[in-house]
């Protein structure tokens, strides 16, 4: 079959990559639209450093067939930040130093959104699950607990008018 | 990776027809969690993938007696219903430690028995609450017990223009427990070592009215112990009668050895798993143990 246009909504933007229908979304969002925030780490669902959001919920997207999110709304690491400005969770892992080769940083920070866009207090039991399909090789998890614990904290104080300004999940 | 079409039809009667006329050329994709690895390692080399995420087959609905599962329900999904947790929790004890959330927001419970792998690990527990699955065809759909749905690894009593779309569970009767037990190397994104399922129904004066102790990734297929089942059918329950049940259980095992375990371990771990599910099934339904 030859290549089609799939449309869909990457990080608010109505985009189009001209993709086969073998390919992943993973690749489409790489190589057509240079976001490379998102890495190809096992190719196999493993290791959680491609994970993006797909309709809202984390998604290995080295697994998802690119045609399967035409019209679907994606987000990926690049969508956190807004104007320049880190997401609370992003400041949270440059404080905590929740990183250190910073390969699975992308994948991480998406699982963690996608946890605190529906649980602004999550205890560490719920992190770590939240984090169980992400692979990090170096630093280890505790500082992800802390950075989530961290950033959910300030999330919570700036939705109820008393924090630091800090934008909550969508 | 092989470059097959790709159509997403939007009616189960447009994907039947298409998979009648495409047979085994067509390939249905669901989570694509498995498929994808497959279709890059050229193992499967569909012509066509047949995605059916636009027909409604995500419904779960509890109705006549039965829970019915839409094929396409991912394991997410499961786990977050309420009616499954209180009516069928070793399906959901099944899919907590399944893979990690990104795995479980994309795989479907249809994938994971039609994939028919031998460590499948929503089957154990399906197969203890025996459960029935509905294969559609423009012909019309027939249903059977998911038991009789397996006959090797990757191989299945589907035809080529057959689609599975529902799981379908009766309701257990009063005085029912099922536990779900998965080893593994670790406890997510892993692929089971062993895993089982058992459930005790109780009989009104308290024996045993039916057995199901089902196990995986010790066979070719998920397997039913029947004579181990038939150790415990009829008799109240000892711990000694739950010994002899999970040495059967073991003998009846037939592990290969693979990069995840012996052959050996398996059977071993098969007889310790299975005393501790049957245990744990016993210990909820409120028959004190002290042995377990």
Redesign the interface.
Known sequence: ?ADRDIQMNVNGLALKVNS?????LLSALREDLGLIGAKDGC????C?AC?VL?DG????S????A??A?GRDILTVEGLAENGVLHPLQRAFGETWAFQCGFCTPGMLM?CY?LLSSNDEPSREEIL??I????CRCTGYQAVVKAVQQAAAEIRASSSGDGEQGRAPA | ??????V?PESLEDALRIKSESGADARL?A???DL??R??DRVFTPKL?L?L?RVPLTAISCTAGEMRIGSYATL?QILAHDEIANLFPALVEACRPF?????R??ATIGGNIVNASPAADLVPPLMAYDANIVLSSISGDRELPLAEFFTGPGQTVIEPDEILTEVRLPLMPPDSAASFIKLGQR???AISIVNLCTRLSLAADGTVATARIVLGAVAPTPLRAVAAEAVLAGNDITTALLDEAAQQASRESMPISDVRASGSYRKRMTAVLVRRALSAAWGELGRNNSNG
Do not use: E, H, K
């Open positions: 079959m086969g229908p073998g390919r992943t190719s196999q669902g493993d959680g994970v797909l919920q984390a998604v290995n080295c697994m998802v067939l045609p399967q035409q699982s996608a699950t939240a169980s399909g992400n692979f | 990776m092989s470059t097959p079409q790709y997403a994709v989570g694509g969690t994808i690895l279709m890059r993938l995605d995420r997410s893979a990690g959330p990104p795995i927001n994309r406890r997510s994104m």
